[in-house]
């Protein structure tokens, strides 16, 4: 019997990690930045952010806070997210409030970069088909988490014009609070 339990032990641990699992070690307070890439300069500016995740209650749905400070003439801006993970367990589709803007409702398909992971360090990239600067456009985000930090680096490829050209968005560094 104690052999069955040690090798039953041995299973759960070599058990790859999961799309629902990575997205449930999101939930948590953090702190860090947006950032933007300023071309003509070669260099990233970064803007004061604080995000909260919480789980809603049934271990798919998600509900994410963001607040970020965008200078004297906006002041803090605040981004509401919710977000489902469907059965599957590789589609999230969810729904972005800001104010003075459009809902945005987005469904993405997930996926686990390959390689070792566990429960505070992996890579998870999101993709779908959407709009960005009023263009229809590909939008892959990929957040990468290495223990209490979560970098997140969203590219967008346009798909009104010729070839794949993926375009460096924005990022946010965020560390656990």
Do not use: C, H
């Not at 469907?86 to 997930?110: C, H, I, M, Q, Y």
């Not at 970098?151 to 050209?165: N, W, Y």
């Amino acid at each position: 019997m104690i052999l069955l339990l040690a090798a039953a032990a041995a299973l759960a641990q070599a058990a790859p990690l999961t799309v629902a699992e990575a997205r449930a070690s999101m939930v948590g307070r953090w702190e860090g930045k947006l950032e933007y890439r300023d071309y003509q300069a070669d260099a990233w500016f970064g803007l004061p952010m604080k995000v909260d995740i919480r789980d809603a209650g049934d271990g798919v749905t998600q509900i994410r806070t963001a607040d970020f400070d965008d200078g004297p003439r906006t002041g803090i801006v605040r981004i509401t997210g919710v977000a489902m993970l469907a059965k599957d367990g590789v589609t999230e589709t969810g729904a972005s409030f800001r104010k003075g803007k459009d809902v945005s409702l987005d469904t993405a398909r997930l996926a686990l970069k390959p390689g070792p992971a566990s429960a505070t360090n992996w890579t998870l990239v999101a993709e779908q088909t959407a709009t960005d600067d009023n263009r229809p456009a590909r939008l892959r985000e990929t957040t990468t988490r290495t223990g209490d930090t979560m970098v997140t680096l969203k590219e967008v490829d346009f798909i009104d014009d010729q070839g794949e050209a993926w375009l460096v968005r924005n990022r946010t560094t965020l560390k656990r609070m």
